[in-house]
């Protein structure tokens, strides 16, 4: 049970294993971009390809849902980034209960935005989580938890990779452990625990009042999704790419340096950041060096400061 991009790699690896996948279920399809275009989920996707039935109910906790298990007789049930609630009825239905493999070192960043977090904290390390369902978000007795560092330059997209390909072994071994009876579970430290909420557009802008260091953590943890952005002159400016290089103290969001010989380098609440990548809109990504040899910004002017209603949307 899951949708986004991230569980393609543990439905295809527990495909090609000796278990047999006896149905998919994602959400419904939904019409997506300018053209309203309906665009299959990437679950779904992978399942079509690999041959396995599809179920795509709007709600679970209903009759019509319990049909669909007594056909599909399921032995083991796993949610991987599952929208929906999973009742009580429906997690004790299969003989070998029901489990989650969540992208966090649990009890830490439960709920929707695991791999983001440990990137915005300055963690050193994240990891992946397979546990039990029960009536709480990601408070479920674990099974097996394996971690990875995070790298000095990691962003959102590439943590997402490295742990959507461990969850997908971590999954497998985890399945095997329930087939053969050896599992060992551990309790989760509830007292340690901490949530993450979901993660929209907005969030991406940058106060440049924080420190460099932060604003930098945040720079690299959307990106991708959602990607962070500034305004200059009345238009959204996205920041994909930034380091901090020095001391600062003055107005957070003043130009420092616009050249390209000396960069695009920003005053923050703490610290210089350079921007090394950035995007004008309706415009592709290119270096801010490169993109000031043909546009004009001057030191001394701010960023982050709406001209009319149309930048601040």
């Known amino acids: 049970m899951g949708t986004p991009e991230f569980g393609v790699k543990s439905l295809e690896v527990l495909a090609q294993s000796k278990h047999k996948i006896a149905g998919v279920l994602t959400n419904p399809d939904r019409p997506s971009g300018r053209g309203n275009k309906v665009i299959f ?16 109910p709007e709600k679970i906790n209903t009759p019509e849902f319990k049909e669909i298990l007594d056909r599909l007789k399921p032995d083991l049930l796993i949610t991987v980034c599952c929208s929906h609630y999973i009742t009580k009825w429906i997690r004790e239905y299969p003989h070998f209960g029901s489990i989650n493999l969540h992208p966090s070192l649990l009890p830490l960043y439960r709920g929707t935005s695991p791999i983001i977090e440990p990137i ?80 929209f557009p907005g969030h991406g802008e940058i106060v440049w009042s924080c420190p460099s260091i932060e604003i930098e953590r945040k720079i690299r943890a959307f990106n991708p999704f959602p990607g962070t952005y500034t305004c200059y002159k009345g238009e959204k400016v996205k920041i994909w790419e930034a380091n901090t290089c020095g001391e600062y103290e003055g107005k957070p969001g003043i130009i420092v340096h616009a050249s390209e010989k000396e960069g695009l380098v920003i005053g923050t609440g703490q610290g210089l950041l350079e921007i090394i990548t950035l995007q004008m809109p309706s415009r592709k990504k290119t270096g801010a060096r490169e993109f000031l040899r043909g546009y004009k910004m001057n030191v001394g002017e701010t960023l982050g400061e709406k001209t009319d209603e149309k930048s601040a949307d």
């Open 41 to 56: 989920s990437p679950i779904k996707q992978k399942a079509i390809e690999l041959n396995i039935p599809v179920f795509q």
């Open 120 to 199: 915005i904290r300055g963690d050193k390390k994240s990891g992946i989580t397979t546990f039990y369902l029960d009536k709480g978000w990601d408070t479920g007795d674990m099974i097996i938890q394996s971690e990875i560092p995070i790298d000095e330059k990691e962003t959102g997209g590439s943590l997402h990779d490295k742990l959507s390909l461990l969850g997908s072994e971590i999954l497998l071994k985890t399945v095997n452990l329930i087939e053969e009876g050896k599992v060992i579970i551990t309790v989760q430290n509830h007292e340690l625990a901490c949530y993450t909420d979901k993660i």
